[in-house]
């Protein structure tokens, strides 16, 4: 049987000095903000709509920089424009962008 191809598309969001980034948490590690392109979706819309879904912000999606051709994946970096979701005791803020869930990515 054949394998079927998701497309999926990821971003990279990072603070204004490129030295933290927005991660999503999952059971057992971080990963970026991104998942499936939906049918009739371009990878950029796929982009914007999962990182609004996971994350409750919102993004301008800029350049490509990363596509992973055996399992479709595309990452763009991305530039975030607002936070749709009020902070809890247990997110990471930004003093720029209270309630976003920052991490500092390991030396």
Same mark, same amino acid.
């Given at each position: 049987?054949?394998a ?9 969001v ?20 991104? &998942?499936?392109?939906?049918? &009739?979706?371009?990878?950029l ?14 993004v301008?999606v ?11 994946f595309?990452?763009?970096?991305a ?5 749709r ?11 720029r962008?209270? &309630? ?7 030396s």
């Open positions: 049987m054949a079927v191809r998701v497309d999926a598309a990821y971003t990279l990072s603070d204004a000095v490129g030295e933290r980034v927005l991660l999503v948490r999952n059971p057992d590690t971080w990963s970026l903000l991104g &998942g499936r392109r939906e049918d &009739g979706e371009s990878l819309e796929a982009a914007v709509r999962e990182t609004r879904e996971e994350a409750s912000v919102v301008h800029g350049e490509r920089i990363d596509v992973e051709l055996h399992d479709g595309t990452v763009f970096r530039e975030l424009l607002s936070v979701r009020r902070p809890t005791a247990a997110t990471r803020t930004s003093p962008w209270p &309630g976003c869930p920052w991490r500092v990515p390991a």
